[in-house]
């Protein structure tokens, strides 16, 4: 089973839930940025959760298949067609042999995730297939993909039926101004009060820096009541860090396993499928939450995904 | 013990023992990973130490907030710091100078010291590992002796080869891959801090302590011909204090 790449697009990488349990050495977990999306596309098509896709970062790729396969795209709308026709997002769909996945301008969101039955067939680093591009760690060969490339798939079960069953309604939308919630902390304490209000009360913008290690923002000046550097310690996915400049940088996938800068607070699991498709320009408010909000949050969708997959499989 | 507790998102705790740089309170932040490894958890993903603080990270499916924090709280009123160490020691051959340490006289002649003792300096201590982090497998070490601190390069090297030994401000360390950087170099060991073929990819760990003892280049080039297994085997593995 195999995939030949035509075209790389601009940053396509073979990612998976991520590389967890390596942080104390140093190694970012990496993974999907929005892990719910690519969920979703292996659900469709009949992957565990943790299949490896492809993630595609707003110019997709040309991609030829060798052989029959069962595909789904989830994520951002990157105009994804096969053989011409447009493919519609959050279905299943049957791909023959020859026929040839191509994308095109950005509709919405910032990643594509596209998911292939069986998932893709790169050997496990550190338990992970998931790229880090950095240390060039996993994935394909530790990198983003490039022309000429083959990629194998694992051979699954038999491929899913009833296609025409296996689909959703794409989730997300894009919005005037997106509303990400947050929880507070670790060193909310460091912050004036009239930092923390800019933060809760500002309209911030993506600014041109935002890749899977991180996301800058631009806005209202957040300030410090003293010094904004802290002993380095641990970063979650979704800290929101503000260095001396006071504006904030929120921490994605890539992120560095520690740092130096104070955190005031950090996006919740719930909405990192809004957070994994931010780009440049986007515009984004933070509100408050409470963790026992944020985790009710996180375990509705959790079980609503668990429904998802028991109600397509049944 | 004393800590705090923090929430860092809804996935993850933050453990606080202090907000200084000290052997004392990283002792603190070993002792009680440690404990979590012996009795771990149910729902706790991975810990991450760092100087004075812990990271646990948890699924909420498993385990909610108030739960984590009544359980992290009880595995550390049951912990009393000071004496053991949990740590090993790793005994690290360095091919100091030359092309392995360009820096090395550089950063001598900031002192006024001879290539020499700089060498001296560097190989008369052990380096506590506080933490790992910035690459895979990068220590930062604490306990420098002032006497040999460098600043770091105006201009980075756009690469470092893996292995590289270097200062920069009052601490030291060592590249665990090839990469872009800004210490100064001092030398550089056959011995692979991160090796993704190896079963164990890395060698030390927070709580661990490094010591450095000169070779020369023959002995350098030798070592690193041999396979890294036979290396690990050759640095040894010793309780620590």
Known sequence: MKIFVVQPGLLTTVQDLGRHGFQRFGVPVSGC????????????????????????????????????????????????????????????????????????????????????????????????????????????????????????????????????????????????????????????????????????????????????MGCRLLGGYIEHRGSCDIISDGIAFGAVQVPASGQPIIMLADRQTTGGYTKIAAVISADFRLLGQLKMSDRIRFEQTTIQEAQEAFIAQRKALHWLRHSLND | MEFEIKCAGDSAAVVIFGDKISPEINQKVCLFQAALERDPIEGVTETVPAYCSLMVCYN?????????????????????????????????????????????????????????????????????????????????????????AAPRLDTPRVSIPAGSVGIAGAQTGVYPIASPGGWRLIGRTPIRFYDPERSQPFLAQAGDHIRFYEIDRRTFLKMEEQTNHLLCQRCGEQEAL
């Open chain 1, 33 to 212: 940025v929005d892990p719910r999306s690519a969920i979703i596309a292996n659900i469709l098509v009949g992957n565990p959760d943790n299949a490896a896709v492809l993630e595609c970062t707003l110019s997709g790729p040309t991609l030829q298949l060798e052989h029959d396969s069962v595909i789904a795209i989830t994520g951002a709308n990157l105009s994804p067609t096969l053989d011409g026709e447009n493919v519609p997002l959050y279905q299943a769909i049957f791909a023959r042999a020859g026929q040839t996945i191509r994308f095109g301008p950005v509709q919405y969101g910032c990643r594509a995730y596209l998911a292939f039955a069986g998932g893709i067939d790169v050997p496990e680093v550190m338990q992970s297939r998931s790229t880090f591009l950095r240390a060039e760690i996993g994935g394909f060969q530790g990198r983003k993909l490039r022309a000429g490339d083959q990629l194998l798939l694992k051979k699954g079960g038999s491929l899913p039926s009833h296609l025409e069953k296996r689909s959703l309604w794409p989730e997300y939308q894009p919005q005037e101004i997106f509303s990400l919630r947050v929880v507070m902390g670790p060193q909310e304490g460091v912050f004036t009060s009239q930092g923390t209000g800019t933060f809760l009360g500002d309209i911030y913008t993506v600014s041109n820096q935002f890749d899977r």
């Open chain 2, 60 to 148: 909420p499916e498993i385990i909610l907030w108030e739960e984590m924090y009544r359980r992290l709280s009880y595995v550390g009123t049951g912990l009393i710091s000071g004496g053991f160490s949990p740590g090993r020691l790793w005994e690290i051959p360095v091919w100091y100078g030359g092309e392995a340490g360009p820096d090395l006289s550089a950063v001598a002649q900031f002192h006024g010291l001879s290539p020499e003792e700089v060498i001296q300096i560097h190989t008369s201590r052990d380096y506590l590992v506080y933490m790992l982090g910035f690459l895979p497998g990068f220590p930062y070490l604490g306990g420098m002796d002032q006497r040999i």
